[in-house]
């Protein structure tokens, strides 16, 4: 998951194939791990408190990544961003 993280900040945006990739390819996949990830994020509601979070801890720096990585990626393709 880091190397398509790491391909939002170094992808060529100015070639139309890398965009294309982006678009279809990459942010899809890094949408579908940011929404699994909060759906796990989620279940630690239930965890109790004093209980050890070192998963946690790691999920929620994932999520913020992610979702920086996302919003890198979907400044620089523009309005080509499909949903």
């Known amino acids: 998951m880091s190397d398509q993280i790491d391909l939002c900040y170094c992808a060529a945006y100015e070639n139309a194939g890398a965009r294309w990739n982006m678009r279809e390819v990459t942010l ?18 239930d965890v109790p408190e004093g209980m050890e979070r ?7 720096r994932e999520e ?6 996302i919003a890198y990626a979907e400044a620089r393709v523009g309005s080509e961003v499909v949903a």
């Open 64 to 69: 913020d990544e992610l979702a920086r990585a």
């Open 54 to 60: 070192f998963g946690e801890a790691a999920m929620l």
């Open 28 to 45: 899809p996949a890094l949408r579908k791990r940011l929404a699994e990830l909060r759906q796990c994020l989620a279940k630690f509601e």
